[in-house]
């Protein structure tokens, strides 16, 4: 019996164990006869709720926007022209797309700013109650010490990347930086974005705009991504463009395309 169950449980090999400690992903999980091992069918049963809560919980507006007033900061809160979770899902374009009280809610508020930074829920809620504050903490503080305006805090809802560029075109700011939930992996359900576009305006292509990823525990950590955050505002500023066309020296530019 004993040689039977040890020619059925196999655990990685020797020369994959290495890599499987260098990643989240799901390799070199061994086996059970023909089958994943219990504990690795279980852990990715759990990654994958987490993974759908991600996606359908609401953002905690409420704690989030206190959190930013606790910094200083003005905050108002807007929402896309997606009435619901599940049109937000189905419909893209409505998520892309500011409401008119949104709109409304906006106007006169920017004072021609410098910088638009908008946070929004994005497909995590997780990934921006983690996150977004810590990266906007350090943010603030960056731009403040090179003398840059921020316009008031949006909190967005229902909300997807295009959307910044709405804001930002709102407040008549030069920048727009939308800080959003990624879409959760079976390995990190709490993944933040950061879309930097100069001259934000309504229906910009992705090709305008630079992206900092994975910004999270295990990825880039919230204090280095507004560092980075940094160096594309900073590189924008000064070529007055972003996205596939811009150019800065400090560090390699991830451009959004597709």
């Not at 409401?99 to 929004?120: M, N, Q, T, W």
């Not at 001259?199 to 507004?226: F, H, M, Q, W, Y």
């Amino acid at each position: 019996m004993r040689d039977r169950r040890s020619s059925l449980v196999s655990g990685p090999p020797e020369r994959l164990k290495a890599l499987r400690a260098m990643t989240d992903a799901r390799v070199a999980l061994g086996r059970t006869g023909a089958s994943p091992p219990t504990r690795a069918v279980q852990t990715f049963l759990l990654d994958h709720a987490q993974a759908r809560q991600a996606v359908w919980r609401p953002l905690d507006i409420d704690g989030v926007g206190r959190d930013l007033r606790a910094l200083g900061a003005d905050v108002v809160h807007v929402a896309s022209r997606a009435p619901d979770r599940a049109d937000y899902l189905r419909r893209p374009d409505l998520g892309r797309a500011l409401s008119d009280e949104g709109a409304r809610s906006l106007e006169g508020r920017g004072g021609g700013a410098d910088v638009a930074l908008v946070i929004a829920d994005g497909l995590s809620a997780t990934a921006v109650e983690t996150n977004a504050v810590p990266v906007a903490t350090a943010l603030l503080q960056a731009l403040a010490s090179e003398g840059l305006t921020v316009a008031p805090i949006t909190l967005a809802t229902q909300a997807r990347v295009a959307l910044g560029d709405d804001v930002g075109a709102a407040l008549g700011a030069k920048v727009a930086v939308i800080l959003i939930g990624e879409r959760p992996g079976l390995s990190a359900a709490d993944s933040l974005g950061a879309y930097v576009t100069f001259g934000p305006k309504t229906g910009l292509p992705d090709s305008r705009r630079n992206c900092v990823s994975n910004i999270r525990d295990g990825g880039v950590p919230p204090v280095e991504a507004a560092g980075k955050i940094m160096i594309l505002i900073r590189a924008m500023c000064q070529q007055e463009t972003s996205g596939v066309v811009l150019i800065e020296f400090e560090e390699p530019v991830t451009a959004l395309s597709g």
